[in-house]
């Protein structure tokens, strides 16, 4: 190319195709999805977020926790993640649609967290297991690498009754003698959100069997 | 003068052969904004070093400064790798761009006040964004977590400088560009291009989760592959040439790499989503053109090899050739090891593994990395009129760098191997496999240890070099103390 003006043109000539292709096609292929809805109860798979769990997602976001986990199930003939228990179907495009912006991740330092619902439940016991985790992950999974993040609570001196908020701790020595940790709005938003991630619904490209 | 004659090929293809002081008269126009650029891209790589040294230690060692907020992980992590493209990176890739096209279009910088603004303003829209990062404000998209502000100060800042590259450019009047300008050119139209699409369909407007994806990954990729890595060939085509001496081997073959690196990079992305819940043709239009990109990176391979054919006593004695050398070495291994990388039988393994980061690494470390400081090692002390005042703190840079991303790269990917592998079998509880790769991420943040006390060296010494301490040198500053004249003589015939 000898000459400025060629050299222009050659350039937006290859990105435009390029815009075209990979980002408009793309768009117009898996981005503009809508939920599938059952038939006798009429609801939305995947289903919408709750509010809390929109803020959840967002102190997902804040902190980071996606340069460790990821969020996508590979398909058997891709990998061990069906095998190892992350979930019993891969993931499909259809399963992001209210994920904006998504948190596929690169890397797996943490494990995959696309079920962490089924995986560790969603009742009351799983509620505070969640919290214990991240309060002190090692509390939880011995060994575990995992950032602890104390600051979504509040470590504080039990006055008169305890909170009924507090977090119950497996081993004694995480919390002082006459002290509970609470968690703060964007804790319980967190764990919210981490209750919110399943991918185990049927769709109709990704079968459970 | 063989050297004249070769720099009359190598600098000026076409127009008007540029004497020592018409190159003298164009380096001082230019000295301002571009050594600010150097001065901010190496307060940049400080701060990237301590904060991936910071991610580094916590990887193995979570406890370590577990009780701030704004030391979290997640968020040191995000502003280390920021720190290390928007700041170190891409302020080096614009001193250097300006500096190769002042150099040759014959650019007289007239009026520098654009480009000292785009200059604050990169440097407050990154201030800010590490801040805002730190404080809890990303937006949690890879690459574009510094929040909107932000990048709103880094794109109007860019702004200035195509402004001046559009003034300077339309001015020009050589009916033939030598292949780094092209370079120059496709780097800094590509970025603000990327950086708009990506900041409008990712952050301001996001799109739907599965294409947020494909576009988030079409976006890393050319954010290294059409911003970084042509800034970096850019200074590999012009800085070799010049070192050794000797034009490049063949034009002919640098246009053809150029364009197969413009058509074939800008398809990339879908390989780091081999597996995932996109579309197949998306990865496998990735991973195709991986493979295509290596016919760019064999000609740039063959082209740069055989310009230095018969000039590699110079790597013994010239910093600069030598960072620059190992810079490109290492845009083969990597391409190499990315291409392996996306193969679908390997992927099944090694993604979502460290290897994934031993070749970002590998790419942006280690080839846009060295390749930049060694073109520092070339420009600065023409614009600054001092030589490098010490060669001890060159050797102690060269020597801690160069280890310290080999290390870096081997730790990860051997650690990434072995994770890949006790991943793939099922029946390894996930904490066994996070407790085999300790080791090796303990040997990482040793390696980042050690890049880090390289950085500190290499921006004292950049500090001596601008504040002109110590005794006026009346020769380039090498490496080796007993080189003959020859070789002492090639680099400042180039000055």
């Known amino acids: 190319m000898n000459k400025m003006p060629l050299l222009f043109l050659g350039l937006l ?54 340069n460790c986990h990821t969020q996508q199930v590979r398909q058997a003939s891709a990998g061990a993640d069906i095998a190892r228990g992350w979930g019993v179907r891969g993931t499909v495009s259809r399963d992001y649609i209210e994920e904006t912006p998504s948190f596929l991740g690169t890397v797996r330092s943490g494990p995959d967290l696309s079920n962490i619902a089924p995986r560790w439940g969603k009742d009351a016991a799983a509620v505070n297991k969640h919290h214990a985790h991240l309060y002190s992950p090692v509390s939880v999974t011995p060994g575990s690498t995992m950032a602890p993040f104390p600051f979504l609570y509040s470590l504080r001196k039990v006055q008169g009754q305890p909170s009924s908020e507090a977090i119950a701790f497996s081993d004694s020595k995480i919390v002082p003698a006459g002290y509970e940790v609470v968690p703060s709005h964007d804790a319980k938003a967190l764990v919210a959100y981490l209750l919110s991630l399943d991918r185990s619904y049927e769709l109709p490209e990704a079968p459970t069997e | ?180 300008a092209c370079y120059v050119v496709a780097a800094f139209f ?19 989760g599965a294409a947020h994806a494909v576009i988030q990954a079409w976006f890393a990729q050319n954010l290294v592959g059409l911003w970084l890595t042509p800034s970096a060939l850019a200074a590999c085509f012009y800085i070799i040439p010049k070192i050794t001496g000797r034009p490049i081997y063949s034009r002919s073959l640098a246009l053809l790499g150029f364009w197969f690196l413009i058509l074939f990079s800008c398809w990339g992305g879908g390989q780091r989503l081999v597996g995932g819940p996109v579309p197949v043709w998306v990865q496998t239009v990735g991973i195709v053109s991986g493979f295509m990109l290596l016919m760019s990176v064999a000609s740039v391979a063959l082209n740069l ?15 600069a050739l030598r960072f620059v050398v190992i810079g490109a070495i290492a845009y083969t291994l990597a391409s190499l090891l990315g291409c392996l990388l996306s193969l679908r039988s390997v992927a099944s393994y090694l993604q979502f593994t460290y290897a994934i980061a031993a070749q970002w690494h590998l ?73 085999s790769i300790s080791p090796y991420l303990e040997l990482a943040s040793l390696s980042v240890i050690m890049l880090t006390v390289g950085n500190f060296a290499f921006a004292f010494s950049f500090f001596l070099l601008v504040v002109h301490a110590g005794k006026r040198r009346t020769e380039p500053t090498l490496l080796d103390d007993d080189m003959t004249e020859e070789s002492a003589g090639a680099e400042t015939n180039h000055e």
């Open chain 2, 1 to 180: 003068m063989k050297d004249a004659d070769c720099q009359a090929q190598v600098n000026c293809e076409c127009a008007a052969q540029t004497s020592a002081a018409d190159r003298a008269r164009l380096d001082a126009a230019c000295a301002v904004p571009v050594l600010g650029f150097f001065g901010s891209a190496i307060f940049w790589l400080l701060a990237a070093s301590l904060l991936s040294l910071i991610a580094s230690i916590k990887l193995h060692y979570p406890s370590f400064l577990a009780d701030a907020s704004w030391l979290t992980y997640g968020r040191v992590n995000a502003a280390a790798t920021s720190a290390h493209i928007y700041g170190w990176a891409s302020c080096a890739a614009i001193g250097i761009g300006i500096w190769i096209l002042a150099r040759l279009c014959k650019i007289e910088v007239q009026c520098p006040l654009p480009l000292l603004g785009a200059l604050k303003l990169w440097n407050l829209g990154n201030l800010a964004g590490i801040i805002g990062l730190l404080a809890g404000q990303s937006t949690g998209v890879q690459y574009l977590e510094y929040p909107s502000y932000a990048a709103l100060m880094l794109f109007i800042g860019y702004g200035l400088i195509v402004l001046w590259g559009a003034v300077s450019c339309a001015r020009h009047k050589l009916c033939k560009l030598p292949i780094s």
């Open chain 2, 363 to 435: 790419m942006v470390s280690v080839f846009v990395g060295l390749v930049f400081t060694g073109s520092i090692y070339y420009i600065a002390p023409r614009l600054a009129r001092w030589e490098w005042p010490s060669a001890g703190l060159v050797r102690w840079h060269f020597w801690c760098t160069t280890l310290g991303v080999i290390g870096l790269v081997l730790s990860l990917l051997a650690g990434g191997i072995h994770q890949g592998i006790s991943l793939a079998s099922p029946d390894m509880a996930f904490m066994k496999v996070v407790q």
């Open chain 2, 190 to 208: 590509a970025f603000p291009w990327l950086f708009a699409v990506a900041q409008v369909m990712l952050v301001f407007q996001p799109v739907q």
């Open chain 2, 305 to 319: 090899h055989l310009t230095l054919t018969g000039s590699f006593s110079h790597l013994r004695v010239s910093p």
């Open chain 1, 13 to 66: 000539f290859t990105f435009a195709l390029s815009w075209a292709g990979m980002v408009a096609i793309p768009y117009y292929q898996v981005g503009r999805m809508r939920p599938v809805l059952d038939d006798t109860t009429a609801l939305p798979s995947p289903p919408a977020l709750s509010g809390l769990a929109l803020r959840g997602r967002a102190v997902y976001a804040a902190n980071g926790c996606a």
